[in-house]
């Protein structure tokens, strides 16, 4: 019975084998189809953060797929080279998770690989990281005005062993870096102070930032709830570096209408280790300041110092008001910010100043 078996199992791989030979029949292939596209070949990513763009459409094609930038070329012809040139970039080895307690903690969650600054992933995507800056590729001409010669294009590869296709022509148009968000202030061709968008041709007017939201602040003056619209501004933000750091800065300033600091901690309803996922948190008179890593947030995933890809910073503080009843003010703003440095962000009590004595 053994020797059956076996003399069994031989025989129909001699019937195979012979088949194979006989028919002659061709080595199995991948597939890889005519119709390979993406759907939008003008690439626009803002310098200095990681964009995801434009997945490949593959038809059904058999994966994985090999891609391969080729031919970077300006409109005019000249080679360049700019937006593929290889630098340190951050790669995350361990999740994050918004519970670490030191900032050496979470740099162990991460090292630096050299990475393209424009790239290509497996599944087709294209990617810029935020290592490309402004001094690293040139962005889209300040004066608005785009020419030919300007752009960057370039021809992708596609292959598997089924065959060679090429997608041409696309185009890599990148917006100025631009370090945080909200950039209302920002002029996004030239990186400079935006006009008022109520008075666009007015140099002595500028566009700001305001909180993401304010609530029941009363006037010290006035009496009166504080407000933001289009036509009144009571409240503007800032967010600016500062000088005399160690490059992992962040701090919160408050100015009243005369431009002189309130006591931070007047804004006693204050959750000051909850507000960003900072270290060694110092409070002055004019600040209170915090060790950070950049970028703020570190990654999209909700934690208690983030409501997802924006950190949520909320100030508030309690009084007495009429009635004897305690009354709770707020203001906030929802932010990011993408470059390494020392950062304040500064709110500006432009027309009053809060009231925080009781009634």
């Given at each position: 019975m053994k020797y059956k078996v076996l003399g069994t199992v031989?025989?129909?791989?001699f019937a195979v084998t012979s088949c194979t030979e006989m028919y002659d029949l061709p080595e199995d292939k991948d597939f890889i189809s005519e119709n390979l596209n993406y759907t939008n070949k003008v690439l626009e990513p803002r310098l200095g953060i990681t964009t995801i763009m434009n997945p490949l459409n593959a038809d059904n094609s058999t994966l994985p797929i090999g891609f391969e930038i080729i031919n970077p070329r300006f409109g005019d012809g000249r080679p360049v080279t700019?937006?593929?040139?290889?630098?340190?970039?951050?790669?995350?080895?361990a999740e994050y998770d918004g519970e670490e307690t030191s900032l050496q903690e979470i740099e162990n969650k991460r090292h630096l690989v050299d990475k393209p600054l424009f790239e290509v992933d497996?599944?087709?995507?294209?990617?810029?990281?935020?290592?490309?800056?402004?001094?690293?590729?040139?962005?889209?001409?300040?004066?608005?005005?785009?020419?030919?010669?300007?752009?960057?294009?370039?021809?992708l590869k596609l292959s598997n062993s089924g065959g060679i296709r090429y997608v041409k022509d696309f185009q890599l148009i990148p917006w100025r870096e631009i370090p945080y968000e909200p950039s209302t202030d920002i002029n996004p061709y030239t990186g400079g102070i935006a006009p008022d968008p109520n008075a666009p041709n007015d140099p002595r007017k500028r566009a700001y930032i305001v909180p993401s939201?304010?609530?029941?602040?009363?006037?010290?003056?006035?009496?009166?709830?504080?407000?933001?619209?289009?036509?009144?501004?009571?409240?503007?933000?800032?967010?600016?570096?500062?000088?005399?750091?160690?490059?992992?800065?962040?701090?919160?300033?408050?100015l009243n209408?005369?431009?002189?600091?309130?006591?931070?901690?007047?804004?006693?309803?204050?959750?000051?280790?909850?507000?960003?996922?900072?270290?060694?948190?110092?409070?002055t008179a004019e600040y209170v300041q915090y060790d950070v890593a950049y970028p703020i947030p570190l990654t999209s995933i909700r934690t208690i110092y983030s409501i997802g890809d924006?950190?949520?910073?909320?100030?508030?503080?309690?009084?007495?008001?009429?009635g004897g009843t305690r009354e709770i003010a707020s203001f906030g703003l929802n932010f990011k910010i993408f470059k390494k440095g020392d950062w304040e962000i500064v709110f500006h009590f432009k027309n009053d100043n809060p009231k925080f004595d009781n009634e």
């Open positions: 031989a025989s129909v791989f700019d937006f593929l040139q290889v630098v340190p970039t951050y790669e995350w080895i497996a599944g087709g995507r294209f990617i810029m990281h935020a290592t490309a800056t402004n001094e690293l590729v040139t962005p889209r001409p300040a004066d608005t005005v785009l020419k030919t010669q300007d752009i960057r294009f370039f021809d939201f304010i609530s029941n602040i009363v006037g010290e003056t006035t009496n009166v709830l504080l407000e933001n619209n289009i036509q009144k501004k009571d409240i503007v933000v800032y967010i600016r570096p500062f000088e005399g750091g160690n490059g992992n800065k962040l701090r919160f300033k408050f209408k005369d431009s002189i600091p309130i006591y931070p901690l007047d804004f006693n309803e204050t959750r000051w280790d909850e507000l960003v996922h900072g270290f060694n948190k110092e409070v924006r950190v949520q910073a909320e100030f508030g503080y309690s009084r007495i008001g009429w």
